[in-house]
């Protein structure tokens, strides 16, 4: 009995208010502190990020999330206008791209044949054209980049933020220029950065990704299929361009559209098949006009879709949320569970111990006992592999968790059965309230207008009168 461990609480929660034996309320958050007459988009933001920062980061740093996944959230991610990440290998258009979706190019592009982007690139609006470099666009609150410190100083000496005044899609997106894909080995040791774990990262708060392919290059390398295979879990997000579609024949052109499909198949597992904007996206004239009507219906679209971000985001703020929400319950019944696996009664010591509970087949039986006991699918949980691979990479040692108290789950599951229908349906009602606000003052102005038009007549017949009796006299 003396040697047996008791479940606790995670050391880092201790009176956590997911845990009713410590403390009641369970999954009740309170949301007192948060003004009713907000916006829609920044009662959303507020009111996740009382949840995320009351309920949900102290968990988070007991398990050691952010060095699992991705860095735990600030307050300026709920509250950021949607980004749109732009990203492809070099030379495809990326940045004549944004430049034709601002109507201007931005400070710092430049445009050429060879690799030119190399570097992260945050465009904002801002009321004059600067450029802010990213050691010190990362300490500003009000901007959604506090997060990019975890990934180290190589990165932040290639990150900077650029203001753009008068380009409106500015006004409700931030879009973010990547550089593009490189082969071999710069990939991986010339960046001095994870790019895959960036473009993770920046994938997991996005709303819109925006993967494009030259029509002349459809080859998808070893690096373009590692940064594509980043974005797992966000293909729904995802929208790919076929650019310089203009400098091909119709029959040329079906048959690179059908290669582009093929190729992605083979790398994006998903049964549907992915939204591909086909044409010619800069200022410059079609090259090949026998596409033309398609080209020009095309662009339409894609900019009709960018375009629809700022109605859908707080929506999609609270899928990502829930979606976080459950990726962090999972994570923590795993390190809870492999916690239980430790014991002192073994002469092996503690890392011998984690070295035998980590084996890849070892955890494998672990997932599918925790998938059935907790009625989970196995799509949820990670992959054995690496699960051990970052462990190891990382030196975590897992006995040093706390286990979790057992109503945890039970809680976790009320916050996401009550909670977010909740604010769901409150997000409704401040729609509706918006909707009826803005249909008064429709009303008012067209019976004002009404009204000025009834008194122009009569101003005018006055007018006349007075003319014909000073013509009589």
């Given at each position: 009995a003396r040697v047996r461990s008791r479940p606790l609480?995670?050391?880092?929660?201790?009176?956590?208010?997911?845990?009713?034996?410590?403390?009641?309320?369970?999954?009740?958050?309170?949301?007192?502190?948060?003004?009713?007459?907000?916006?829609?988009?920044?009662?959303?933001?507020?009111?996740?990020?009382?949840?995320?920062?009351?309920?949900?980061?102290?968990?988070?740093?007991?398990?050691?999330?952010?060095?699992?996944?991705?860095?735990?959230?600030?307050?300026?991610?709920?509250?950021?206008?949607?980004?749109?990440?732009?990203?492809?290998?070099?030379?495809?258009?990326?940045?004549?791209?944004?430049?034709?979706?601002?109507?201007?190019?931005?400070?710092?592009?430049?445009?050429?044949?060879?690799?030119?982007?190399?570097?992260?690139?945050?465009?904002?609006?801002?009321?004059?054209?600067?450029?802010?470099?990213?050691?010190?666009?990362?300490?500003?609150?009000?901007?959604?980049?506090?997060?990019?410190?975890?990934?180290?100083?190589?990165?932040?000496?290639?990150?900077?933020?650029?203001?753009?005044?008068?380009?409106?899609?500015?006004?409700?997106?931030?879009?973010?220029?990547?550089?593009?894909?490189?082969?071999?080995?710069?990939?991986?040791?010339?960046?001095?950065?994870?790019?895959?774990?960036?473009?993770?990262h920046w994938a997991e708060r996005s709303e819109r990704i925006l993967l494009l392919f030259d029509a002349h290059k459809l080859d998808i390398s070893d690096e373009l299929k590692e940064a594509i295979q980043a974005l797992n879990g966000n293909e729904d997000k995802i929208r790919c361009i076929l650019n310089k579609a203009d400098r091909v024949g119709s029959q040329e052109l079906m048959r690179v559209y059908g290669a582009l499909l093929w190729s992605l198949g083979k790398v994006v597992k998903t049964p549907e098949v992915m939204r591909i904007f086909v044409g010619s996206f800069?200022?410059?004239?079609?090259?090949?006009?026998?596409?033309?009507?398609?080209?020009?219906?095309?662009?339409?679209?894609?900019?009709?879709?960018?375009?629809?971000?700022?109605?859908?985001?707080?929506?999609?703020?609270?899928?990502?949320?829930?979606?976080?929400l459950r990726h962090v319950k999972v994570h923590s019944i795993i390190c809870s569970a492999l916690k239980k696996k430790f014991t002192m009664l073994s002469l092996k010591s503690k890392q011998a111990q984690q070295d035998e509970i980590l084996r890849p087949s070892n955890l494998d039986k672990v997932f599918r006992t925790l998938a059935k006991q907790h009625?989970?699918?196995?799509?949820?949980?990670?992959?054995?592999?690496?699960?051990?691979?970052?462990?190891?990479?990382?030196?975590?040692?897992?006995?040093?968790?706390?286990?979790?108290?057992?109503?945890?789950?039970?809680?976790?599951?009320?916050?996401?059965?009550?909670?977010?229908p909740l604010l769901f349906s409150k997000l409704g009602e401040k729609r509706e309230k918006s909707a009826l606000a803005a249909e008064t003052v429709a009303v008012t102005a067209a019976k004002g207008a009404t009204a000025t038009q009834q008194q122009q007549p009569d101003r005018t017949k006055h007018d006349e009168t007075k003319h014909d009796d000073t013509k009589n006299s």
């Amino acid at each position: 009995a003396r040697v047996r461990s008791r479940p606790l609480t995670p050391k880092y929660c201790r009176g956590f208010g997911w845990f009713p034996i410590s403390m009641p309320g369970g999954s009740k958050v309170d949301l007192r502190g948060i003004d009713e007459n907000l916006e829609p988009r920044e009662f959303v933001g507020q009111t996740l990020s009382q949840i995320y920062f009351s309920k949900v980061l102290a968990l988070e740093k007991a398990y050691q999330y952010d060095k699992f996944y991705t860095p735990s959230w600030t307050r300026a991610d709920f509250c950021c206008k949607p980004i749109v990440l732009v990203l492809g290998q070099y030379s495809v258009g990326k940045t004549s791209f944004i430049h034709h979706l601002l109507g201007r190019p931005y400070p710092g592009a430049h445009v050429s044949p060879e690799p030119t982007t190399d570097k992260f690139v945050a465009i904002m609006e801002g009321t004059l054209e600067k450029t802010i470099p990213g050691n010190a666009a990362v300490m500003q609150e009000d901007k959604p980049f506090e997060t990019l410190k975890t990934y180290g100083s190589q990165l932040l000496n290639r990150f900077e933020c650029v203001e753009v005044p008068e380009a409106p899609l500015l006004e409700n997106l931030i879009i973010i220029d990547s550089p593009g894909v490189l082969s071999g080995e710069k990939q991986r040791v010339e960046r001095g950065y994870d790019f895959s774990g960036l473009v993770s990262h920046w994938a997991e708060r996005s709303e819109r990704i925006l993967l494009l392919f030259d029509a002349h290059k459809l080859d998808i390398s070893d690096e373009l299929k590692e940064a594509i295979q980043a974005l797992n879990g966000n293909e729904d997000k995802i929208r790919c361009i076929l650019n310089k579609a203009d400098r091909v024949g119709s029959q040329e052109l079906m048959r690179v559209y059908g290669a582009l499909l093929w190729s992605l198949g083979k790398v994006v597992k998903t049964p549907e098949v992915m939204r591909i904007f086909v044409g010619s996206f800069w200022e410059q004239p079609y090259v090949k006009e026998d596409n033309k009507s398609l080209f020009d219906a095309e662009r339409q679209s894609l900019l009709k879709d960018i375009e629809s971000l700022p109605a859908n985001s707080t929506i999609r703020k609270i899928n990502e949320f829930a979606k976080r929400l459950r990726h962090v319950k999972v994570h923590s019944i795993i390190c809870s569970a492999l916690k239980k696996k430790f014991t002192m009664l073994s002469l092996k010591s503690k890392q011998a111990q984690q070295d035998e509970i980590l084996r890849p087949s070892n955890l494998d039986k672990v997932f599918r006992t925790l998938a059935k006991q907790h009625a989970m699918h196995m799509g949820d949980f990670p992959d054995a592999d690496n699960f051990s691979e970052t462990v190891d990479a990382l030196d975590i040692k897992i006995w040093e968790f706390d286990r979790l108290a057992g109503s945890y789950v039970e809680t976790m599951d009320q916050l996401l059965s009550d909670e977010m229908p909740l604010l769901f349906s409150k997000l409704g009602e401040k729609r509706e309230k918006s909707a009826l606000a803005a249909e008064t003052v429709a009303v008012t102005a067209a019976k004002g207008a009404t009204a000025t038009q009834q008194q122009q007549p009569d101003r005018t017949k006055h007018d006349e009168t007075k003319h014909d009796d000073t013509k009589n006299s």
